[in-house]
């Protein structure tokens, strides 16, 4: 196919840095030549996804295993390594330091002599604000978590570049974005921008549920995906998990726009049969893709989400507050208080809370049709199990 855009799915069932090393490069050296890619003084950046201080087994962050594998796979081949993400909220360097450490990313770079930078300085770029990391000075290798969101139904590569704006300019968008169809505007815009040369998405331990941060659920996939077109590779990833194109915001938006090609896409995965994962859990907001057309825009008036804090496991630590947009969140008698009339609902305090203390309130219309849907998918089980065992009575019998 003249056109092809690749993604290499790989079944890896560790985060084991030998295996992972072995099987990537030979996946780059077959599929995504370095040399295609990088010539000599090229400064590589790895640039996982590192929403907050988690454990890698919380699946929240990128494993540091994949960073540990892919840095030094460049090394080897003769270029300077750094590693940077822009978190939440407003993070200085005392944080970052603390960031890098809790996500497991400390040990590692120490190992290798990987740089760990931070996000102190920004560049605006066509009215973006972009650390000052992700300006074209480096070559940038996406290294997303594969995860569900609460606004975006899924993170992966294209929505991973949002961190590479700096800082609070990252809630700032979401007052000028505040929908999903029109936040996936400013990650199109983004990805024509920083233009990552390869995509490596983590979907070894992945997250389905209520993601992208503690709220979710980990849920093992056994998976690595990699292309030079984070578009593709996430298009790829609704294929693997028989995620439909409309209930994908970003993906549906891309196929509006024409930059995507059902014809253009070439899978090569050693993963065994598609879909991996037909159960895989998406966050409830998901729903408000699945409806059509014109109804859309009156029903999401009435299809509400908000947030919610949980009393018992608010710690009072102000992180929501200080990254919520609208300044909704104050803090009174030592708890956290959203003001719901500034609210725009864009989630961000959830994404925040290491603590998982901000719960997403569904209004009344939204609860009965969640009911209505795991009715219906429970229905359908219960007659695909009757029929499957008539089909082996009738087998039986003849
Ligand atoms: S809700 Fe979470 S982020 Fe907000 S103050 Fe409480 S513990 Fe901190
Ligand atoms: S309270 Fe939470 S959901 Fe509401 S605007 Fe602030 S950050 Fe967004």
Redesign the pocket.
Known sequence: MPNAKKVVILKIDDYDVAVLKAKIKAAIDKYFPLANYFQAGDKVLLKPNLLMPAKPDDAVTTHPAIAEAVGSIFKDAGFPVVIADSPGGFIDSQDMAYIYNECGYGEPAKRYGFELLNPERSVLREGIPLCWWADGSFKIINLPKLKTHELTILTLAVKNLYGCISGLHKSQLHINYPQPKNFVEILLKLNGMVKPSLNIIDGILAMEGAGPSKKGTPRKLNVIILSDNALYADFAVGRLLNIKDDAHPLIKAAKERGMLDEKELEIISDAGNFPLARDFVLPSPSILNNIPGGAVNILKAILKFYPR??FE?????????TVCPKKA?T?IKG??VIDYKECISCLC?AE????A??DLKKSFLVRIILLLQMFSKSIVTGLAGLWRRKDARDKIQK
């Open positions: 804090i949980n496991k608010c710690v009072s630590c102000g992180a929501c507050g969140i803090t708890k956290a305090c925040m809370c290491r603590f203390a901000i």
